[in-house]
């Protein structure tokens, strides 16, 4: 250090001499003593800027070496630390294997152990097994003294043993039989239902829910109008059947979702023409004798429905259920032609299995008589059919397969599978059902059975295709103010129960008639 600030000085020093020749050159005559006294100066401050560099440099030195010895002891410890863990992990290495020998003489100690118990096992099975060979030599001997029995014991126990040996036998054999049967039972199901299906023909028209009535001219559409209309407001009102006359030449169109209505309004009809006077006392005094007389028609339908299917023995009031489902629908098929289809299945699907064909042509003819009943209830159609055919003394097994062949009862008859799957046949063929048109005919159902709800209501048609709502109520029970409230009444009704396209128009009908006879 001290080198550095005699070289430091001796350049200071020379820096100053030249700086004072120079000065010395440019100034002469009197600068001469400034020039010394900057020379001074120049070196002055020199000298403290090689002091002040001294003391800088030995203070770099002394942190150079603080720092190098701090980063000494660092890793001094580092090395110290990892010699630590080092001896650490060898510790543990040597607990580890002294445990691990520790084990390993435990476990030699058991296993002489157990080779000891081992030892002493075979030693008392090489015993049991002495014991069992004296057991089965004792055993021998007996049997031999058993070979003395007399003949019909001997007989009896060869006798039982064949018994039991045939019986387990027969029971691997039976089990063969039912999983052979199993895999044939499809096939053989379905070749029977085929062979059924193409041996009976059927139609599949859809029921309609019009009915044209012809005329021999268009003349005779006036007189059925009436003045006013009162002529075909008083049919309507009769029948419940909507009258549709337009454009159309020599023919008017009787509208209804119940067959059976359309065919009294055909019929009372065809008297009126026939008889040419039309109004509206003459029109319901034939509407009721047209449904006299139609009562009397159902119940020959259903005469020669039973006839024609060969079925005998039929209760009266059966037959009269028979001949309605001719005025019956079932989602667009006709009732009666849905159920002798249904007969004639039944009947050939049970030849085919070997049963008795004539008990399944009755339980086919009569599986839908409960949804032509003579009042309306909750219960099913199914269950009501059961009912109804128990209450006129059918066959147990008839009754059974009416009531279960929508799974509504149990079944317990042979021929109550057949029905059920008949049943589904003849609805099944294309074209035979519409589910459209049966929702449709609820629906009316429903908007007529509303309005008979209320009190005072005589009659309730839905006409124009459910879109109004013609109800009749009794005079001397329902008054002109009262007739606008049960009207306003329905239609709230109507429209927050029900759902419906478009609108619903509710007309109450009010008449008070006076009649007297002058004898």
């Known amino acids: 250090m001290d080198m550095l600030s005699i070289i430091i000085g001796v350049a200071a020093l020379i820096v100053g001499l030249i700086l004072g020749k120079i000065i010395f050159a440019k100034n002469t005559g009197n600068k001469i003593q400034e020039a010394e006294l900057e020379a001074q100066r120049i070196l002055a401050e020199g000298k403290l800027k090689a002091d002040t560099y001294k003391k800088e440099k030995e203070l770099e030195a002394k942190e150079k070496f603080v720092q190098m010895r701090a980063d000494h002891d660092r890793e001094i410890l580092q090395r110290t630390q990892k010699v630590s863990d080092a001896e650490n992990r060898i510790k543990q ?37 002495t014991e069992l060979e004296k057991h089965q030599e004792e055993h021998i001997r007996r049997l031999e003294k058993v070979a003395g029995l007399s003949a019909e014991d001997a007989k009896a126990q060869l006798i039982e043993s064949l018994k039991q040996e045939a019986h387990t036998e027969a029971l691997t054999i039976q089990q063969e039989i039912i999983e052979e049967a199993k895999l044939k039972a499809n096939k053989e199901a379905r070749k029977v239902v085929i062979q059924t299906i193409q041996r009976t023909a059927a139609e599949t028209a859809i029921e309609n829910s019009i009915t044209v009535f012809n005329l021999e001219s268009d003349e005779i559409k006036g007189s059925i109008i009436g003045r006013e209309g009162r002529n075909i407001r008083a049919i309507e009102a009769a029948t419940g059947v909507d009258l549709i006359v337009d454009d159309t030449p020599e023919a008017i169109v009787l509208s209804s979702f119940d067959p059976l209505r359309r065919e009294i309004a055909r019929l009372s009809l065809q008297r009126l023409v026939a008889d040419g006077r039309i109004h509206p006392a003459r029109i319901e005094e034939v509407v009721e004798k047209t449904k006299r007389q139609l009562d009397d028609q159902v119940m020959e339908i259903g005469e020669r429905t039973i006839i024609e299917l060969g079925i005998h023995g039929l209760h009266k009031e059966l037959v009269r259920m028979v001949g309605r489902m001719r005025f019956r629908s079932s989602y667009g098929q006709n009732l009666l032609m849905h159920s002798r289809e249904t007969a004639n299945l039944c009947a050939i699907m049970a030849s085919e299995l070997g049963m008795n064909p004539k008990l399944a042509k009755r339980a086919g003819l009569l599986h839908d008589i409960g949804k032509v009943p003579d009042e309306e209830t909750e219960l099913s159609h199914a269950l009501l059919g059961a009912k109804l055919a128990e209450k006129y003394g059918e066959n147990p097994a008839v009754v059974n397969a009416i009531g279960a062949h929508h799974d509504e009862m149990e079944m317990q008859y042979v021929i109550s599978p057949i029905i059920q799957a008949c049943d589904a046949i003849s609805g099944a063929r294309p074209g035979a059902r519409r589910e459209i048109m049966q929702q449709y005919i609820q629906r009316i159902k429903d908007l007529e059975n509303m309005a008979l709800a209320y009190n005072g209501v005589e009659k309730a048609y839905a006409i124009q295709a459910g879109r109004e709502l013609r109800v009749i109520v009794e005079a001397d029970k329902v008054t002109d103010a009262d007739s606008d409230k049960l009207s306003f009444e329905i239609a709230q009704k109507i429209q927050t129960e029900m759902t419906f396209p478009g609108q619903i128009k509710v007309t109450v009908i009010r008449e008070k008639r006076a009649v007297n006879i002058a004898r």
């Open 93 to 129: 290495k040597e607990q580890s294997l002294n445990s691990k020998e520790g084990n390993l003489e435990k476990q030699l100690k058991e296993n002489e152990a157990i080779k000891e118990t081992l030892n002493r096992q075979i030693e008392v099975v090489n015993i049991k097994r």
